[in-house]
């Protein structure tokens, strides 16, 4: 299948002392027709690729950096008419109507279908005559994925595009990146929640520190933490300490992941690792504050990747 997005070793560096590395020698490729999740913290690099991607900001270096087949710098017309790009945030004017900033932003591609059909696959019909300013997020947020598919995109660039918003806004987004996918076009989304990852992406990138530190299916990466259930617990103030070897050795357990007192057990098999981490704890003369089960998710592979929690702030560059 042919690609979509293609680079190898890209590199953007900022001048300081010393020099910032924002993206250290990433390699992706994205096939076309997939959706693709670029995953990680605020400061992982993720919005910087996006940005060199899209045309938006040039790179350091690349061995090799093409989209839709084309390269910036050569082909800049042709790829701007192929893509959409909904970014972080979209400042728009706040006296126009919906269908008028669709329509403006429609002039500026070759081709591309009718604003009122934009409108009406992000489902604000009734709100095509109300100006931005009477918007709320959630419109908004539909409101600039409109703009970014009016041109009838091959590629759909998306930055965090429901970062603020309610459940329920979400979900309705969701519903509309999967309604492009669904034509055969291609989605690259960035975002630090893992849920949505997992419920759009075929494939995930997790990046960390401008490199990419794991790739695949997000099945294929929680596979990786060799066991798909989790038992979260803490133990009681008068118990004494626990180490994560004495953990690692009951039966079932495959990773062992300690928060202050607060312990991460991937496990292969539920039924037994629970009965063999109680019999433990009450042998030796300890007992739980807290119990908890869960499926794991690409939160658990982040977290054991790294060592944090995706939504730990890192300072800026």
Wanted: hydrophobic content about 35%.
């Amino acid at each position: 299948m042919p690609l979509a997005i293609c680079c190898r070793q890209l590199v953007k560096s900022y001048e300081g002392k010393p020099p910032v590395e924002a993206v250290r020698g990433l390699n992706l490729e994205v096939p076309t027709g997939e959706c693709f999740g670029l995953l990680g913290p605020n400061g992982a690099g993720k919005t910087t690729t996006m940005e060199i991607l899209e045309g938006l900001l040039d790179a350091t270096s690349a061995e090799q950096l093409e989209i839709l087949g084309l390269r910036w710098g050569h082909d800049d017309d042709a790829i701007r008419n192929r893509i959409g790009i909904s970014l972080q945030e979209t400042r728009l004017s706040d006296r126009l109507t919906v269908l008028e900033t669709v329509t403006l932003f429609r002039s500026f591609y070759q081709t591309g279908i009718p604003p009122e059909e934009a409108i009406r696959r992000v489902s604000l019909e009734e709100k095509s005559d109300a100006r931005i300013e009477k918007l709320s997020g959630g419109q908004k947020q539909r409101l600039a994925i409109a703009l970014a598919i009016v041109g009838d995109p091959e590629l759909l660039f998306l930055d965090e595009p429901t970062t603020g918003l309610d459940p329920h806004s979400r979900r309705e987004l969701w519903e509309i990146i999967r309604g492009f996918k669904a034509t055969g076009r291609t989605v690259l989304v960035t975002t630090h929640y893992m849920d949505e990852a997992e419920r759009l992406c075929d494939r995930v990138a997790v990046v960390d520190h401008g490199q990419v530190i794991a790739l695949g299916s997000p099945v294929e990466l929680i596979s990786r933490l060799g066991g798909q259930h989790i038992v979260d617990f803490s133990l009681s103030e008068n118990s004494r300490a626990l180490t994560v070897d004495e953990l690692q050795r009951l039966p079932s357990v495959q990773t062992v992941r300690q928060d202050n007192s607060n312990f991460s057990l991937s496990v292969e098999e539920p039924h037994v690792a629970l009965p063999g981490l109680m019999n433990y704890l009450q042998g030796s003369g300890r007992e739980f504050a807290t119990l908890t089960t869960r499926h794991a998710t690409l939160e658990d592979v982040f977290v054991t990747l790294t060592g944090r929690h995706l939504q730990e702030q890192e300072p800026a560059a």
